[in-house]
Structures are given as C-alpha cells and as structure tokens.
C-alpha cells in the first residue's frame, strides 16, 4: 500500500480550497481519520462527503476507504512528517552540506517510493517494450534525466533517443506515430517546450508517459501514464539536486524493468557494450 499522507502532503496545493481543508484536517489528525466515518469528517471540516471524495480522486486515491487504508500504512511506516529536507545555510561546513545533501537525496527516493503504483509502473515497462521508438524530453535539470534513459537503452539495443532542444523536440514529435513512445519530464508539470511537444505527439496518438512533481498539472493531464517524482525540495537554492535524484531512481527502475523482460538477450548485449568500452583502455 502507497503511502497516502505523502500524497496528501504534496498533492494539497493543487487541490481546490475546500479540498484543502479536508486535506489539511488529516494531516494534522491523521490517527482520529481511521475509525472516522465520512459524513463525520464532512462535518468536521464543514464540508460534503462529495467534496471528500473529489479531494480523493485529484489526489488519484479510489475513494475514502482507500484513503484510510493508506493513511493507516503511512502510520505504520512511521513516516508521518518529522524527516523533512534540509537547505544550504551561507556558514555550512563541508560535513553538513555531506550530511544534509545526502539525506535529502536519501528523503526524495523514500518520498518517491511511496508515491509509486505497481500496476502503473508495469503498464509503462510494456508501453516501452512495445514501442517502435522511444522519445525522451526534457529541459534543463530534466534533460540529465533524459539522456540517462537514453544511454542505459543503447547498452540494450533499445531505439531511444533523448531530445533536450525545444525546436528539435517539436520537429520530432510531428512524425511520432501510435507505435511510438514519449517520456516526458518535467518536475513542474508546466515546462511550455514539453507541453507544446506533448500535445503535437498526442495529436499523433503517440503513447506519453509523463514524469512530474505528485499533484495536478498540465503535462499529467495529458499523458497516457503518469508517473511522480518527489517535489519536497523546500528553497531554489537546492536548485533541483533531490528531485534530479528521484527521476533517476524512476528511470532506473523503467530501464531494469525493461532489460529484465528479456533478460537473456539484456545481459548479453550489456557484456558486449562493456567489453567494447574497455577494449579502448
């Protein structure tokens, strides 16, 4: 079971004000939201059952009972909120920028965990088996992403390639085909070179998995799949070094999964681009 406080916590922005409520009153009563049933919690908040429930969808959870249940295994996972990011401070000693960078990377990938669904990352795993060809977009921070993907995919003999230009991801998109793939990352959501690509390959029905912060935004809209990166990065002046890192922990369980569909034919072709590397030391 996902770990439904940390989408609350990062999904709550994106909700409407009286979802918030809802989602702010479990947050600080976690423990009482258990035994409560929902017209209870509806009165509580002053709101409507059906606003809880809408809170619930945008927050991709099923419905209440599920909210529970996911809220019950957060508790249990003892994860309830006191691991929070640190930032740089103007004083910090090389043994706290280790320390605190370190555990921020370490708090992103633990963040991410809990956000993930099997069931979709399975989903994606066979769009990319599947795929004709595979685009992957990004910009800035996410263009590293990006080109990770694609290198791990040569070692496999999968056709990928990384598109990190806007007017070359534009030009590409208009030739994507249904038997292509599109990645597209985009810790916001709201990239205008990634939008504007997305929409083109969706025009051509091409098949789009989005990798975004949790929480409503226009890329995720969009897409066929969506799969999230953790957003708690809490200053610009961490830049985007822990989510950089959660998108790689996604991209690496992408490509093992894929490699491991054909593991055979996987390790082979990994031996033969290792030794063809070190043939050259």
């Known amino acids: 079971m996902y770990n439904g406080m940390e989408r609350i916590r990062q999904g709550i922005s994106s909700l409407r004000p009286s979802e918030q409520k809802v989602a702010q009153y479990i947050v600080n009563n976690p423990k009482d939201i258990l035994d409560m049933p929902i017209a209870l919690l509806a009165k509580n908040t002053i709101t409507s059952e059906a606003t809880i429930i809408r809170m619930c969808r945008s927050l991709h959870i099923k419905g209440f009972r599920e909210l529970k249940l996911s809220i019950s295994a957060s508790i249990n996972q003892d994860v309830m909120g006191t691991d929070r990011y640190e930032d740089i401070s103007a004083d910090a ?38 795929a004709r060809k595979i685009i992957v977009i ?71 998995i989005s990798l975004t912060g949790y929480g409503t935004n226009t890329v995720q809209n969009l897409s066929t799949i969506n799969l999230y990166a953790s957003p708690l990065e809490k200053s610009i002046r961490s830049g985007a070094t822990a989510s950089r890192i959660a998108q790689l922990n996604i991209i690496d369980i992408l490509f093992t999964g894929l490699a491991s569909l054909n593991f055979e034919l996987s390790v082979d072709l990994l031996d033969k681009t290792r030794e063809a590397i070190q043939s050259r030391d």
Do not use: M
């Open 138 to 208: 990004g910009v800035g921070a996410s263009a590293i992403v990006a080109l990770d993907f694609e290198q791990k995919c040569k070692r496999i003999n999968k056709w990928c390639e990384a598109l990190t230009d806007s007017h070359t991801q534009l030009t590409s998109a208009v030739h994507l085909t249904p038997k292509d793939v599109v990645i597209a990352i985009s810790y916001s959501g709201e990239t205008k070179e990634i939008i504007d690509t997305v929409k083109i390959a969706k025009q051509n029905q091409a098949s789009i």
């Open 93 to 130: 000693d090389l043994s706290q920028i280790i320390n605190f960078v370190s555990h921020n990377n370490f708090r992103s990938i633990k963040s991410t965990l809990s956000l993930i669904d099997e069931e979709t990352i399975g989903e994606s795993i066979s769009l990319l088996d599947n």
